[in-house]
C-alpha cells in the first residue's frame, strides 16, 4: 500500500528554520508527484510546494517563495520541505500528499500531519 509519513515539526522561534520529511513507501516514488499542505488553526488546508519528475516544481502559496523550498531525494524515497524564515502565521500542522504522475490539489494518497510551531 501506498504509504506517506511526514515529520520534523517540532516549536522553533519566529525567524528560524525547519526542516520536513515527507517518506514514500509503497510505490514507484519517481512515478508519483508529493506535495506538501498545510493547515493553519482556524483555516482552511493550503497548498504549499509540490514536486514532480514530470512537471518539476510547482507553486501553490505564492506566500512562501524565497522562504520554502521541496526537494527530493529518490535514493531514500523523502520529499524535503525546507522552512526558513519562519513566521507566527506558518504556524500549522503540515501534511504531505501524493498523486499518480502529476501535482494535485487533491492528491490520492496522504500522510499523518507533523505540527510546526512557531513562537513570537
Not at 70 to 84: A, F, G, H, R
Amino acid at each position: 500500500d501506498v504509504q506517506l509519513q511526514a515529520s520534523g515539526g517540532g516549536l522553533v522561534q519566529a525567524g528560524g528554520s525547519l526542516r520536513l520529511s515527507c517518506a514514500a513507501s509503497g510505490f514507484i516514488f519517481d512515478d508519483y508527484s508529493i506535495a506538501w499542505y498545510r493547515q493553519a488553526p482556524g483555516k482552511e488546508r493550503e497548498g504549499i510546494l509540490c514536486i514532480s519528475s514530470r512537471e518539476g516544481i510547482t507553486y501553490y502559496s505564492d506566500s512562501v517563495k524565497g522562504r520554502f523550498a521541496i526537494s527530493s531525494d529518490s535514493s531514500k524515497n523523502t520529499v524535503y520541505l525546507q522552512m526558513n524564515r519562519l513566521t507566527t502565521e506558518d504556524t500549522a500542522i503540515y501534511y504531505c500528499g501524493a498523486e499518480h504522475n502529476y501535482c494535485s490539489s487533491h492528491p490520492g494518497y496522504w500522510g499523518q500531519g507533523t505540527l510546526v510551531t512557531v513562537s513570537s
